[in-house]
């Protein structure tokens, strides 16, 4: 890389070391023409794509967002936060897999229920309870029957959802 400092074109990597927890790789420089020396970070970065609200909204994928939503789902459940990292790693991968630029927040809602519904029934309803933004008991005794009956298709419409725009 060209020095931040006086825009020599090449810069040399004195040291480099792995930053605790493996995370990235910090490198020492210097720079040949001033001899100022640096330090670079190296991190993986990903793109994630934009997420599409219900009313049409965008915002960034928000890690964050995800887990505050399943912790919600499965407070005070007898399951081991810990279950939890694994679902998020997978959620990660299978975005960063789509490659798309933007997925709907109903996509990523439905695969996250259908995860849940193996892990914690009650965690399940009340996940799509909000996910689906459940009106009324109907709802609730529907997101029921369906876990009695899994052979029903997952995104079944129902009368008040707007057409889905999953592709
Ligand atoms: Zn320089």
Redesign the pocket.
Known sequence: MH??????ED?RVIDSRLIPGGQGIRRRRE??????RFTTLETAQWAYPRVVKRDGRREPFDEHKIRTGLLRALEKRPVPTEALEPIVMELLRWIRSLGEAEVSSRRIGEWLMDRLKTLDQVAYVRFASVYRDFQDVQDFRRAIEHLADPGEEVDAPTPRDPPSRTA
């Open positions: 020095c931040p400092v006086c825009g020599f810069t720079c040949p023409g001033c001899n100022e």
